[in-house]
């Protein structure tokens, strides 16, 4: 979903939108100073009856009222990319837990590698391996609540774009989504419950691996291809390892990003806020967007970077007012 701003003016309609093709050298001065602009203050103003977002109300309001809108929209817009965060922050929970079960997979494929198993340690490898790979796989069934999938990652750019954050769009975003895998193994029925589909770890392999690696004189004849098992499941938990352990990464540089957003936007807000408060009857709007600028800047550190994408979230949090109201 898509969320812009309109105003009007002597031109007509006009769509309120960031100027694209800045230099990476210019991004972090010149995007704020196209966001942040007078005709984007002046038109923060809004008809409580309307649902066009931004469209001036007539006879116009006092510069405050339409600053102190801003610090709302921006309010609102940091309620939604915590959201964001919350549940990015959920999947990561999930996902350390899946690579604790899949390190306690590797180290049991590790020691039983090593051969000269007694037949009860055998015994003891075989049922520690199936309790860790059904609570792997209980792992992935358990993150899909009411049919939303906690760890897919269409879910989570689903509560960024309502935040105005869109991962499509932002290319920090997408390139870490992008890097997250997909878990399969469990499959949704029409109700909502879950359902193994598939076994996650090929437990038949170890088996065998295991069968061979069992020094069992009532057992003298050993798998052949044991020695083929034990590198096929040495190969599936490593893949499955890799796989969660880059799941990670690019949850940790997502959540990131985000709070980067987050940071600048909650700066916006303390600005817009601000500037309500100390507003001079005799102040033109010129030098209320230099004041704001500077104490954007000044509060928002360095994550200028991320100004691109402020007056999009804006915007949605602009659009979440209207629709409260």
Same mark, same amino acid.
């Given at each position: 979903?898509?969320?812009?701003?309109? =105003?009007?003016?002597?031109?007509?309609?006009?769509?309120?939108?960031?100027?694209? *093709?800045?230099?990476?050298?210019?991004?972090?001065?010149?995007?704020?100073?196209?966001?942040?602009? *007078?005709d984007?203050?002046?038109?923060?103003?809004?008809?409580?009856?309307?649902?066009?977002?931004?469209?001036s109300?007539?006879?116009?309001?006092?510069?405050?009222?339409? %600053?102190?809108?801003?610090?709302?929209?921006?309010?609102?817009?940091?309620?939604?990319?915590?959201?964001?965060?919350?549940?990015?922050?959920?999947?990561?929970?999930?996902?350390?837990?899946?690579?604790?079960?899949?390190? $306690?997979?590797?180290?049991?494929?590790?020691?039983?590698?090593?051969?000269?198993?007694?037949?009860?340690?055998?015994?003891?490898?075989?049922?520690? =391996?199936?309790?860790?790979a &059904?609570?792997?796989?209980?792992?992935?069934?358990?993150?899909?609540?009411?049919?939303?999938?906690?760890?897919? !990652?269409?879910?989570?750019? $689903?509560?960024?774009?309502?935040?105005? /954050?869109?991962? +499509?769009?932002?290319? @920090?975003? @997408?390139?870490?989504?992008?890097?997250?895998s997909? =878990?399969?193994?469990? @499959?949704?029925?029409?109700?909502?419950?879950?359902?193994?589909?598939?076994? %996650?770890?090929?437990?038949?392999?170890?088996?065998?691996?295991?069968?061979?690696?069992?020094?069992?004189? @009532?057992?003298p004849?050993?798998?052949? +291809?044991?020695?083929?098992?034990?590198?096929?499941?040495?190969?599936?938990?490593?893949?499955?390892? +890799?796989k969660?352990?880059?799941?990670i &990464?690019?949850? +940790?540089?997502?959540?990131? %990003?985000?709070?980067?957003?987050?940071?600048? !936007?909650?700066?916006?807000?303390?600005?817009?806020?601000?500037?309500?408060?100390?507003?001079?009857?005799?102040?033109?709007?010129?030098?209320i !967007?230099?004041?704001?600028?500077?104490?954007?800047?000044?509060?928002a550190?360095?994550? /200028?970077?991320?100004?691109?994408?402020l007056?999009?979230?804006l $915007?949605?949090?602009l %659009?979440?007012?209207?629709?409260?109201?």
């Open positions: 979903m898509l969320f812009f701003l309109r =105003f009007s003016g002597s031109a007509g309609w006009k769509w309120l939108i960031l100027t694209l *093709g800045e230099t990476i050298s210019t991004m972090t001065i010149s995007t704020l100073n196209n966001v942040i602009t *007078g984007f203050i002046t038109n923060l103003s809004s008809s409580s009856k309307s649902t066009k977002v931004g469209l109300k007539q006879p116009e309001e006092a510069l405050s009222v339409t %600053l102190q809108r801003g610090a709302r929209s921006a309010a609102a817009s940091i309620q939604s990319l915590n959201s964001g965060i919350s549940y990015i922050n959920i999947a990561r929970d999930y996902t350390d837990q899946m690579l604790n079960v899949v390190d $306690a997979l590797q180290a049991l494929v590790d020691r039983a590698g090593k051969g000269n198993i007694t037949p009860n340690n055998a015994k003891v490898y075989k049922s520690s =391996f199936d309790k860790l &059904k609570a792997y796989d209980e792992l992935v069934s358990g993150s899909v609540v009411k049919g939303r999938d906690l760890l897919s !990652v269409d879910d989570m750019s $689903a509560v960024l774009k309502q935040g105005g /954050l869109d991962p +499509d769009k932002v290319s @920090e975003l @997408e390139s870490a989504f992008k890097k997250i997909t =878990f399969s193994g469990v @499959e949704v029925t029409s109700t909502g419950d879950t359902r193994s589909s598939a076994a %996650l770890f090929p437990s038949e392999d170890f088996y065998r691996a295991l069968r061979q690696a069992t020094r069992d004189p @009532e057992d004849v050993q798998d052949s +291809d044991g020695s083929a098992a034990f590198t096929n499941i040495r190969r599936a938990v490593q893949e499955i390892h +890799d969660v352990s880059n799941n &990464k690019a949850l +940790d540089t997502a959540a990131e %990003l985000v709070k980067k957003n987050l940071e600048l !936007v909650r700066a916006t807000g303390f600005a817009f806020l601000n500037a309500s408060n100390s507003i001079g009857t005799a102040e033109s709007v010129d030098t !967007v230099l004041k704001v600028r500077g104490e954007i800047r000044s509060k550190g360095g994550n /200028l970077s991320e100004a691109h994408n007056k999009s979230i $915007a949605a949090g %659009l979440s007012l209207s629709q409260k109201s």
